[in-house]
């Protein structure tokens, strides 16, 4: 058996129960084949997959708070620091109630991968709860942030972890647990990113994300000749990310017609009102039922359904799974040409592969959505130096950040006869740096 087949299996087994680290997993070392196979004796010798497969350390911890009628809850935390081998560790936190350990994983391996396409010293983790902030008031927000960090804090730091946002986890409540971690250690130190700009947040970094998403996809139509203008796109969520992806492409001359959330899909063909989505989003934090009721020509929807929906250019910026093998076929059979990942993992792996067997463009999330972490990168620059840079110079980082990798995935996949396969290029090309970095630095 071939040395990845067997890492494979060795994680499946070691990690029962486990289905989204599995899928991550899988899909990076199938890409990474040709790149073990032609120093497999050298990597068994030192173990490096597994090694790179177990992440350094995994905290979980009881999470308990109190909510505004005197009832007590527990959730679960984690923080899973996966690999240091380029810098301290660097990946966000998310609040959700799907969030297990399986899923931290997933969302911590991918980081390392997406970390080192940034060519910015950072290494891998993740984070994140089983809470979910919705529905909850401020006040309980509040709690369950302080309850939180009162754990975290003990195994993060601006030199050793760098946690930020993710899923249901925005400025409101990293300004919590900045609080709360400030109160604890006494420290005014860059230990989060995604801070609000009054203190020590980066200009840039809640658009960066949507807006390295559109840069890159830009990139690779630009590389072929083609652009954002005249397209039409439809864009899944209704968050963070998919919010200045839509504000992005719309600059670029694009109209984009829907876009989600875990209720219900809006379609509204005279392109989406970013206005009213920004409101009804991030102000309310309402349903988009309601931005239907303020937009005469839209039609809501419940359930899923962005897929169906003709377009040039399909963005999923929601979360993980979202788009399956039918929709792909479906999203073809309407005239999709690009499909650019915002979200981690939101393509399923048979979705993928028939996508890219029909000659659909595709940039993996872990190339196209790694802005946002770049950014946070960029604010721990920022904190470091004492000093704040301009919209301008932060964006002007931005999009040659996102130049870069596109550049580095396609010629990784090149170098590997694989061309277009931007896959395939950022596991290899992310792979590369990790693995040197490992070798260099022996069996830790
Ligand atoms: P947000 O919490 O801001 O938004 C998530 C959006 O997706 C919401 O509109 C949410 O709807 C919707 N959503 C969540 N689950 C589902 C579902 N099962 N079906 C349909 N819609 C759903 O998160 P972000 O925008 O920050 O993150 C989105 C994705 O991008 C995640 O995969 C995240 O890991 C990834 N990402 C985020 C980065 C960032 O900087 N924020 C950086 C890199 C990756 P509802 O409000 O109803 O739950």
Known sequence: MSYVDEVIERVITQNPAQPEFHQAVREVLDTLRPVIDEKEQRYRDVALLERMTTPERQILFRVPWVDDNGKVHVNNGFRVQFNSAIGPYKGGLRFHPSVNLGIIKFLGFEQIFKNSLTSLPIGGAKGGSDFDPKGKSDREVMMFCQSFMTEL???IGADSDVPAGDIGVGGREIGYLYGQYKRLTGLYEGVLTGKSLNFGGSLVRTEATGYGLVYLVEEMLNDN??????KTVVVSGSGNVAIYAIEKAQQLGAKVVTCCDSTGWIYDPDGIDLELLKDV?????????????????AQYHEGVGVWTVPCDIALPCATQNELHLADAKMLIANGCKVVGEGANMPTTLDATTYLQKSGVM?????????????TSALEMSQNSERTSWTFEQVDAKLQQIMKNIYHNCADAANEYNMPGNLVAGANIAGFRKVADAMNAQGIV
Not at 225 to 230: A, Q, R
Not at 281 to 297: D, M
């Open 153 to 155: 804090y003990k195994h």
């Open 225 to 230: 000749n083609d652009s954002f203008k005249d």
């Open 281 to 297: 989003k991030e102000v309310r934090r309402a349903r988009l039922t309601e931005y239907a009721a303020k937009r005469p020509g």
């Open 362 to 374: 595709f940039t993996p999330g872990k190339a196209s959505n790694a802005g946002g972490v770049a």
